[in-house]
């Protein structure tokens, strides 16, 4: 059998972000981590979101969005991010860097799984009013109905994170491990690492 | 008595954030927040840091940090950070977005204070080698000696955040109240709030 080529081998520092997600599985907030974004106006934006799991086949981090919050303004205007993932159990840092894609409406498939895959009541969110807007306090006349069984509404919004560069850092050994990767040809990445000081 | 002026009356936000700070207290982490800056290429960098308190009578939030790690030249870049704190035990988020002032060598007694508050293992910190730099396995020779009474090293760096926009959300309520700023004629600060869409 011959091995599998390199661009679809997992990425090195996924084998320690995954043992980090086991370790610390019994907290609902070890999902979440921090998003920082650049505005328009060229400063950061920086909110907790929720990790949605790898894209199938390749080192891809899933975050589902409101199509109508600043994030995508700020992606549209600079499509870098910087994850800050902290482990409050096992005291693990991991900061990723990379390229962020926006899987809307044009996108249909992976987007589609992507909502079928979330809960009604993450799906019920994307009826809600335009985020961020001054609330009225009054509901909306009969509620919101929302059918299990149909696809995405308008506002919902898979991203798709891209890391470029792996900051590790472990605060129980002191430990620092920097990732850092290269475009190879056939699109994949090549990965090398180092330890830095903490 | 005449009533305080409206420039010393503390910021509408903080007394949320004080009460999540005792919400969560039993919690090493809650003292913990990513922030986010943006680098001299123009993208995000995010990172965890610890919250060292208020600086004393303002708003102003204090973070230690090393003069020789990467946010320094980002501030250096880009004065504005954004900080996203997320209180895991009452389910409150704050993004405090504002300006950092690097208080270096330069600005001595509000840093030799916070230096004084660190314990001596935040303090050792500073002694260690450059962070992020590969790191070389041998200890120093005669390992580093640290006087308690001694004051800062240079490496250690004090930073002052000033909150200009505070975007505090509860998902227990699914409460969401946007506190903004305008800057009055004495160097205080006029704060406005507004609840609105979560």
């Known amino acids: ?29 070890a999902r979440f981590f921090q998003l920082a974004t650049v505005g328009s106006n060229g400063r950061p934006a920086n909110r907790t979101v929720v990790f949605r ?11 589902n969005t409101d ?17 800050c993932w902290y482990f409050t159990d096992s005291w693990e840092q991991f900061r990723l860097h990379g390229r962020i894609d926006i899987i809307d409406g044009s996108t249909v498939q992976r987007r589609e799984k992507s909502w079928f895959a979330s809960s009604l009541s993450s799906r ?22 929302l059918d299990p ?15 470029e560069q ?15 990767s290269e475009q190879i040809g056939d699109g994949g990445k090549h990965w090398m690492l180092q330890k830095v000081n903490p």
């Not at 799991?53 to 975050?63: A, L, N, P, R, V």
């Not at 549209?76 to 994850?83: F, L, S």
């Not at 506002?155 to 994170?161: K, R």
């Not at 900051?167 to 850092?180: G, K």
């Open 124 to 145: 019920f969110q994307y009826l809600a009013p335009h985020p961020g807007l001054p609330r009225i306090l009054e509901e909306p006349k009969g509620g919101v109905d």
């Open 1 to 29: 059998m011959s091995s599998p080529p390199s661009a679809a081998a997992a990425a090195p520092w996924k084998r320690l972000l995954l043992s980090a997600l086991e370790a610390n599985a019994n907290l609902k907030h």
């Open 67 to 83: 199509y109508r919050s600043n994030k995508i303004e700020d992606l549209k205007n600079c499509p870098y991010g910087e994850i």
């Open 53 to 63: 799991g790898f894209s199938e086949g390749c080192d891809k981090i899933q975050i």
């Open 149 to 163: 069984s149909k696809g995405p509404v308008s506002s919902f919004c898979l991203l798709e994170f891209d890391p």
């Open 166 to 180: 792996v900051d590790y850092l472990n605060l129980r050994s002191n430990e620092r491990v920097m990732f850092t």
